[in-house]
């Protein structure tokens, strides 16, 4: 339906607000806890309207949605809006030798095929592969550890058997290479999980939609029929999409997995993504977001680090055109991080940071996780336990809010996985 003049107006008006927050010079990169800014942050148990959430019923009917609207429409967006329906066609990639890790696990590869309801697939459309680990020394389905990876199947294990698909580079899409197998396997720690009793589910992200702005062009939001409304959903919003419907359909395409127990995890901006899938999808059983940053589990008021100024100007294509409104201004952002990790109470959810990734701040990723607790207490769960200062390094905390400051850099580590796991073994096992 056409704008009227008068929207048209607001809309113009919003777009040239954007664009000159988006050209103002950030401040300089603030490391000093000294110079960071007093605030104030909203309490994510009193409604909009100022009443007291005191019941879970008041936070299911009222709180909730209004916090996951005031996400959608201020920072996400609305996911794939703007779509008629949309048809996925699971179809399986040809394999002969599934039994891998000396007999450890199987391997499965499952291609999704999107396409606008009523239409056939052709080349060109959006595809996702799907590779999936399943340990063979499990009686029953197990639980899933789900995540996208930054750089092809291929390179989440040295595994012969994955198939070589596209990678973009430089905003081209170009064929995979044997080069780069395993490049990334230490993130991934297959066998350790598959050890445990878990299964492994992951796809490349830029199959999802390339990383750069412009590149919902070749993604699934292709399918879309967007206006360029301020609230429509851009890059993390189809990303964290991408993550609910694979987790939808592992019931139907991977018998071995229990779907009732698929654990969403991501790293730096697969962080923030898994945090917002989290959010959205209840149907998750456990969220763990590592050195996710601004956007992610740090808190924006903080001003440390990385910034929703300098996170908007260097990936615009990330966040909705709203959030933009706040680059310099976050005290007018209605909401923080904690309210983010509060939506997926009472689910468990962990948050991990590393000593030496300053620029994702340890401690308001911490901070978020505490003043989330309160959400956690009124389920009845014990929230992030007896803690209420940042922990020692290496020593992980909490209960039905876990997390852990290690050593080192911006990675995801052995170390951060036997946590990832021991958190998975006490909520779900």
Known sequence: MPLSRVCAFSCAVLCTAVLGY????AAPVNYDESKVPAFDLPDPLKTTDGRNVDSVKLWNEVRRPELLELFTKEMFGKAMSGAGTISVAPLPITNNEPRVFNGKGMRHQIRLHF???GERWKDGDPKIDVLIYTPTHTKGKVPAFLGLNFQGNHTVDDDPGIALGTVWEDKQSIPATEAKRGYQKSRWQIEKILDRGYAVVTAYYQEIEPDFDGGSQYGLRKLLDQKGEPDEGNTIATWAW???????LLGSIAEDIDPEKIIVHGHSRLGKTALWAGAIDPK???VISNNSGCGGAALSRREFGETVHRINT?????????FKKYNLDVNALPFDQHELVALIAPRPVYIASAVEDQWADPKGEFLSGLHADPVYRLFGTDGIGDVSEMPEVNKPVGDTIGYHIRTGKHDVTEYDWEQFLNFADKHLR
Request: glycine fraction near 8%.
């Open 284 to 286: 998750f059983a456990i």
């Open 115 to 117: 396409t606008k309801e």
């Open 314 to 322: 260097s990936f615009p294509h990330w966040f909705c055109g709203n």
């Open 242 to 248: 991408g993550l609910c419907m694979i987790r939808a």
């Open 22 to 25: 988006a050209q103002q010079p």
